[in-house]
């Protein structure tokens, strides 16, 4: 199992990431995506909404983020599920299925910053927290490619999205 954060998983870790679940490697990977680079200094991340800003984007963030679930799926994933540290007991029911899952699986966590949300007017962490509640949508029969998470938050949609058998190469 590999825990780490959106920058761990989707830049630093990127290649790995998609070549694993290309191979589908019997792994267990956890993203916690906070949208930024919150433990280095607030720069910008792979998932950070377009438009928001970060201490290496202070007038918006230009580029389009990466839709985690549609990489994953992309790549090869087995298993694709995104639930936010709000809905506990989806989250951990999710957890329980992956660990069942034989080849790559990904749950992604959505877990507001704590120390950079008032770059973006979003109050606090805990009126971040709320948003996330009142924006937070089930859905998983959503398209994959309507799961982007873009600056204005209008819904946030979670679930477990992929369940499928793949051959595993290693593991």
Known sequence: TVVGGDGDI???GGNHFIHAARRNDDINVI????FIYGMT????SPTTPKGAKT?????????NPFNVPLLAYAAGASYVARWSVLH???LYQALLDMFKVK?????EVL?????YTDRNAMGDAVDLMKIIREK?????????????IDFSMKKIILGNFVKRERPVSYG
């Open 55 to 63: 201490t290496t984007s202070p007038y918006g963030h230009f580029e």
């Open 136 to 148: 937070s949508v089930v859905d998983h029969t959503a398209s994959l490619s309507d799961l982007d």
């Open 31 to 34: 993203i916690v995506n906070n």
């Open 103 to 107: 080849g790559f699986a990904v749950v």
């Open 111 to 115: 877990s507001p910053c704590i120390i």
């Open 41 to 44: 200094g607030g720069q910008y």
């Open 10 to 12: 989707l830049a630093i």
């Open 88 to 90: 506990q007991n989806e």
